[in-house]
Every structure is written in structure tokens, then in C-alpha cells.
């Protein structure tokens, strides 16, 4: 549960920047044929196409994304990777590139960072996304990463949050609430063992909470998986921050509304159980909870029977005039208004 103590002591001064960079990147292998240059020049070289590019960057700060104490390197890294690939995937593209920043302060050796390299080379390998630069400096406290994903997409394949039409379905890939949970299950954990070291915490039944939380997977394959029903999404954008917040985008940028029903929120039997021993509501988790991952997208109502019974899919709403708000239909059937915090919603009543 606790950062490893007695991995290898070896310095980073003892590399020097440059040292350090092709150390950490030397068994990267360029897999995509659109990068010409990857790491070792003053700046990557990419080969152009007639595709749009796409661009998305996110910075990670220990203390305020992470906690170390239950959060290994090696999973930091590939978890960095997948947040910026899934922003490229919500926009219906291919990722083929990122690049990897990091400031880290004197705390950490070199093992520390071959972890989180080889998480981030994970990453790149299961993705087929090549690493073509960054930069490492130092840092007062503690550990930052930022990570920028390109990506291509076809000019008529790009979908973007302001596409929704009245009437079309909502739909979302996967389930929702688990990685939320599993947070609550590790900071749990982190607490018994502050208080008895000697605990072995049982998570098995957690087990799926967990890697949902510390291994999260982008959604590569729901583009291809919706190219393959032949379904073009009118609008799409991925789970980080909960369900809610992103329904809400997606509304009004696309000045529409919505209705959502509770009972077709896909949970995870881990989430309706745990939620139970927690005491907490399992829609509010899905609702509020974050770092899901999933795909979020809005089809034409024509495309119902292609997108129905599919197992990637759950069909959980459709889309409203703007007028009608943004709600959510509990199982008693009342309506109730989204907010930005579906938890706070749900609360007052
Ligand atoms: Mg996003």
C-alpha cells in the first residue's frame, strides 16, 4: 500500500537531463508511420496528411490528482497516458503520438522514474502510440507530469460536444461509478494502515474498483466499434468528471437538454455492492464520481436498432429542447434537475 522504500537508491543527479531522457526513452520503439523523428532532436518530426490533427494536454500534480501512498509510479504513468488518449478517442480520432513532461523533486531516484517510464511505455505500446519528446527538470515538492496526446481524425469523422440534436439517444460505452469507488476503497485502506501498519488489508472484493481507479483503459475501440454499426455520433465527450458534468457539456454546447433515467445507468455489481457498505447512493457515484474513462455520445434516434442490445452500450436517455432542462428520472419516477454536482442534486431532496 505504501511507496517502496527499498527499490534502488541510485541519484538523478548522477544522469544530468540529458542522461536522464535517453536512459528513461531507450526502449521505446516508433511504431507509427507518421513519425518521422521521435526523441534525440531539438524538436519531433511528424508526417502530414490530409487528416485533422488533434491536440489535448492534461498536467497531473502530486497531492491533487494522486497520492502516492496507494498510487504506484508505474501505474501513474500509464494512467497518465490514458487520460489525454481518451480526450483524442472522444473526439472520434486516432492518438499516434504524446509527449511526456515531468518535474520531480530530489525524493525521487532514478528506479522511481524507470517505474513510471515503463508504465508510460506500456501505455504506448498496448495504444500503438509513439513517445517523440518532452522535457525533465526539477521541482521543489513532490512529482508533476504533464502529457500531450495527437491524434488524427478524417475532416467528416470529428465529432464534437455541440452536435446534439432534440431527440437523439444518449448513450455511454462501459459502466460507470467504479473508479471513484475504488478511490474510496484505497484512501479506506490508506487509513487502517496508518493507524496499524501490520493490517493486510483484504481487497478482493474490490478488486475490479481498484484497477478501474489505478489501471484505467481509453476507449480505443468505441470509434472503430461505431464506425463498424455505421453510426456517426452527434456529439461525444469521455467520463472524467462524472457522468453529470459531462451530460451538462454536452447540453450547452449543444443548446439542448436532456432527460437521463436512473435505471439505465450501467453499474458494475462491485459498485451496487460496495455502495451498499459504504452507504453511498450508486447513482450519485456514477453521477458525480469521475475518472471513468467511458465514452459519453449522442446518436440520431434512426440509429436505435444499430446501437440496441449492444453490449459496449447502454442507451441511458435522449436529448430535449433546451427549454426542458437537464433531469434526471429517478426509479420512482420523479424528475429531478441535473446539477455540475449530480451529488449535491441528489442531497436536497
Ligand atoms: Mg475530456
Redesign the pocket.
Given at each position: 500500500m505504501i511507496e517502496d522504500k527499498n527499490q534502488g537508491r541510485t541519484s538523478l543527479s548522477e544522469l544530468g537531463e540529458f542522461g536522464l531522457i535517453n536512459h528513461l526513452t531507450q526502449y521505446f520503439k516508433i511504431k507509427n508511420p507518421a513519425t518521422v523523428k521521435g526523441v534525440g532532436d531539438d524538436a519531433a518530426v511528424l508526417e502530414a496528411s490530409e487528416k485533422q490533427t488533434l491536440v489535448?494536454t492534461d498536467l497531473l500534480i502530486e497531492g491533487v490528482h494522486f497520492d502516492l501512498s496507494y498510487m504506484p509510479l508505474k501505474h501513474l504513468g500509464y494512467k497518465a497516458v490514458m487520460?489525454n488518449l481518451?480526450?483524442v478517442y472522444?473526439m472520434n480520432g486516432e492518438a499516434e503520438q504524446i509527449t511526456v513532461s515531468i518535474a520531480v523533486s530530489n525524493r525521487f531516484t532514478l528506479e522511481a522514474l524507470e517505474a513510471l517510464y515503463a508504465g508510460i511505455q506500456l501505455a504506448c505500446d498496448t495504444y500503438k502510440v509513439d513517445l517523440v519528446g518532452g522535457d525533465t527538470t526539477s521541482s521543489n515538492k513532490g512529482i508533476l507530469i504533464s502529457v500531450t496526446a495527437i491524434g488524427k481524425a478524417n475532416k467528416g469523422d470529428v465529432v464534437y460536444r455541440s452536435g446534439a440534436k432534440e431527440t437523439d439517444l444518449i448513450v455511454v460505452s462501459g459502466d460507470l461509478g467504479a473508479a471513484y469507488l475504488g478511490l474510496q476503497v484505497l484512501e479506506r485502506e490508506k487509513q487502517v494502515f496508518q493507524v496499524n501498519p501490520n493490517n493486510q488489508p483484504d481487497l478482493d472484493q474490490y478488486t475490479y474498483l481498484i484497477e478501474r481507479q489505478l489501471k484505467p483503459e481509453a476507449r480505443k475501440d468505441v470509434p472503430g466499434l461505431l464506425k463498424e454499426l455505421e453510426v456517426k455520433p452527434t456529439s461525444m465527450?469521455?467520463?472524467?468528471?462524472g457522468l453529470s458534468s459531462?451530460i451538462m457539456h454536452v447540453c450547452s454546447q449543444s443548446k439542448k437538454g436532456c432527460k437521463i433515467y436512473e435505471d439505465k445507468i450501467p453499474l458494475d455489481p462491485q459498485v451496487i455492492s460496495t455502495c451498499e457498505e459504504f452507504n453511498l447512493d450508486s447513482t450519485m457515484i456514477a453521477l458525480s464520481g469521475g475518472e471513468d474513462y467511458e465514452l459519453l455520445f449522442t446518436v440520431s434516434i434512426d440509429d436505435f436498432e444499430k446501437v440496441k442490445g449492444n453490449p459496449n452500450f447502454s442507451i441511458i436517455g435522449h436529448i430535449t429542447a433546451e427549454d426542458q432542462g437537464m433531469n434526471l428520472v429517478t426509479r420512482a419516477n420523479q424528475e429531478i434537475e441535473l446539477k455540475a454536482q449530480g451529488w449535491n442534486a441528489l442531497k436536497e431532496e
Open positions: 489535448t487520460v481518451s480526450d472522444a465527450i469521455d467520463i472524467s468528471d459531462e
